[in-house]
């Protein structure tokens, strides 16, 4: 039986997707399967390419996304090394954009993710429940870029700040020693760094939530557990929606030439079912 195309293809659309944020992050998975049933729905072919550690900034991963003959590419959170190879795509007609997390110096229209205002809506949302300090556990890069915001709304609040440095290797007494001041909650700024923890260290941070309040800037990926009513604050993105929008403008060509980001604000999710965000 020959093969044959069913329905006509509007045009092939590259997804570049880093394989560990993939297997280890919701809202990979999330983002990236709504947002192929949305281009779907357009008539548009979803071609998943993935990458392993440190090929995003290879020369050779551009040749590799060219071998893919797309029309376009969609790049979600890129790392700046990856805006010179989205350039030598570009270079060879492939029209690009990036759905990302902070504002870059790149000529490519960007989808913008935004947390800082369901961050500040669950810090005052923490004082009014009465607590009086927040214990933010934060790599350096994660708070160079949110530091200025936060700080403002925790003197606003009058809630002390407490900075520990992220320590992933050492997950269990890292964690072990997270909220531990009466009246603090816990706030990590990367979802990625939570879900390490999680594998790593899954007891004690069932033991910190049951402690505290934690909050956490996306959806953490959580291996299955056993306790009961066990819950965390979430900052999270309605992927759906920026699924849909992505998928509307490519289909309306009305992406292209634009010069302001389009910006898509997280929402605050209080006191959560971990069980949803197990895999």
């Given amino acids: 039986r020959q093969a044959h195309t069913r329905l006509p293809v509007r045009a092939v659309v590259g997804l570049p997707v880093w394989l560990f944020g993939f297997n280890t992050l919701s809202d990979w998975r999330e983002f990236l399967v709504r947002l192929e049933e949305q281009l779907r729905r357009h008539q548009f072919v979803a071609d998943f390419i993935f990458f392993g550690h440190g090929e995003y900034m290879d020369p050779d991963f551009a040749d590799r996304l060219a071998t893919h003959q797309l029309d376009y590419l969609i790049w979600f959170l890129p790392a700046p090394a990856s805006v010179p190879i989205m350039a030598m795509v570009a270079d060879q007609g492939v029209r690009c954009l990036t759905v990302g997390d902070r504002l870059r110096t790149t000529p490519f229209p960007q989808y913008l993710l935004r947390r800082d205002r369901a961050l500040r809506e669950g ?56 909220g531990r001041r009466p009246g603090a909650g816990v706030l990590f700024l990367s979802d990625l760094s939570c879900s390490v923890l999680f594998q790593r260290a899954q007891a004690e941070m069932l033991k910190l939530l049951q402690r505290c309040r934690v909050m956490v800037a996306g959806s953490p990926s959580v291996p299955p557990f056993q306790e009961q009513n066990v819950r965390i604050d979430v900052a999270r993105i309605e992927w759906s929606k920026v699924a849909k929008r992505i998928a509307d403008d490519l289909a309306a060509d009305r992406v292209f030439g634009e010069t302001k980001p389009v910006v898509f604000e997280a929402k605050w999710d209080a006191r959560v079912d971990l069980n949803e965000f197990c895999h």
């Fill in 123 to 178: 810090l005052v949302g923490w004082k009014r429940a009465g607590l009086t300090a927040v214990e933010i556990a934060v790599d350096r890069a994660d708070w160079a870029g949110q530091q200025p915001a936060l700080q403002r709304v925790l003197a606003k609040e009058r809630l002390d700040l407490l900075i520990t440095e992220l320590r992933v290797d050492d997950a269990g007494p890292f964690v072990a020693r997270l």
